[in-house]
């Protein structure tokens, strides 16, 4: 098992920054790819960009590719989600996710472990 517990979320106004951060405790944390996802009311959950296990590999969505960035410390179990430009659009609850895959997967499914989210919300 492995438990993931987001932290960092909040409101901000258009064009603000926040920086996520998802710990993880249990199983070795390096033998995982690490996802965020986001859930916005009434949608249904949507992959933002994943890490591989060593950090050397990331793969973004095409709606925050040069405004997000995603990093992990493996030495302290932790992912992080650098939010920049951000906009009413990205409201959403943020997830991060662990995999045991080594492929690139961006759905949900794909994903063993889940955190229990926080929630960003993006003023106008």
């Known amino acids: 098992q492995v438990q993931l517990v987001e932290s960092g979320g909040g409101l901000v106004q258009a064009g603000g920054s926040l920086r996520l951060s998802c710990a993880a405790s249990?199983?070795?944390?390096?033998?995982?790819?690490m996802g965020w996802f986001r859930q916005a009311p009434g949608k249904e959950r949507e992959f933002v960009v994943r890490?591989?296990?060593?950090?050397?590999?990331?793969t973004y969505a095409d709606s925050v590719k040069g405004r997000f960035t995603i990093s992990r410390d493996n030495a302290k179990n932790t992912v992080f989600l650098q939010m920049n430009s951000l906009k009413p659009e990205d409201t959403a609850v943020y997830y991060c996710?662990?995999?045991?895959?080594?492929?690139?997967?961006?759905?949900?499914?794909?994903?063993?472990?889940w955190g229990q989210g926080t929630q960003v919300t993006v003023s106008s």
């Open positions: 996710a662990a995999t045991v895959s080594v492929r690139v997967v961006i759905t949900p499914l794909a994903y063993n472990y």
């Open positions: 249990g199983r070795t944390f390096s033998n995982y790819a």
């Open positions: 890490i591989n296990r060593s950090g050397g590999s990331t």
